[in-house]
């Protein structure tokens, strides 16, 4: 009777072992397939990362960071980049403009060639942001680089904002949020470089959260 008792006992903890077993293999694989958003570092050389565009008065180009997905994962829905901060790295900075910077918090960076606020990213793909755009023309007075916000005017009510995110000359460290609806934000950093031509220096993209 109590070899029948401690057989039963040792199945019904094998059962429930199993069971448990079963439930954090289940917990694991769904984590795996988890949307995987990161962002690649600026490559001029690569497609998409590094526009030009030729005008008859001036010449624009455009700087775009890929926000990848992790192949064999979920799609992530509703992505979304955002501004946290722009801190100027050099010493001497107009008290204006680093109270402009400071309050730049917040605001929607672009996708490119877009105007949702939001998009999809499929599994093994990427898509692109805008971070900043120079325009260079004859008259170098006249140059300007400028963060590429959604919308540089207003904002979703209707309303203006104060800063329309022009830059510098000069070296700023940008962090921004990645965010989608099925997955936790992340936070990223890197420092752009601006001397007032077309030419603008953008560091190794870091993943500071």
Not at 172 to 195: H, L, M
């Amino acid at each position: 009777m109590a070899l029948d008792s401690a057989s039963g006992l040792t199945g019904a903890i094998g059962t429930v072992a199993a069971v448990i077993v079963a439930l954090y293999l289940s917990i694991w694989r769904e984590s795996r397939r988890q949307a995987d958003l990161e962002v690649l570092d600026f490559e001029p050389s690569r497609t998409g990362d590094q526009v030009e565009v030729p005008a008859a008065d001036h010449q624009s180009v455009w700087v775009r960071l890929p926000v990848v997905n992790g192949p064999r994962r979920k799609t992530a829905h509703d992505v979304e980049v955002t501004l946290e901060s722009i801190e100027p790295l050099d010493d001497e900075v107009r008290p204006d403009l680093r109270r402009d910077l400071a309050g730049a918090a917040g605001r929607q960076l672009k996708w490119a060639d877009r105007s949702d606020r939001v998009l999809s990213i499929h599994p093994g793909a990427a898509r692109r942001f805008d971070l900043v755009h120079a325009r260079i023309y004859p008259s170098a007075d006249q140059n300007y680089c400028r963060m590429t916000f959604r919308d540089p005017g207003h904002g979703d009510d209707g309303h203006a904002h104060g800063w329309r995110g022009v830059l510098l000359p000069g070296s700023y460290r940008v962090t921004f949020s990645v965010e989608a609806a099925d997955i936790d934000s992340r936070q990223f950093s890197c420092v752009i470089k601006w001397a007032g031509g077309l030419e603008i220096d953008v560091s190794v993209v870091t993943r500071i959260a």
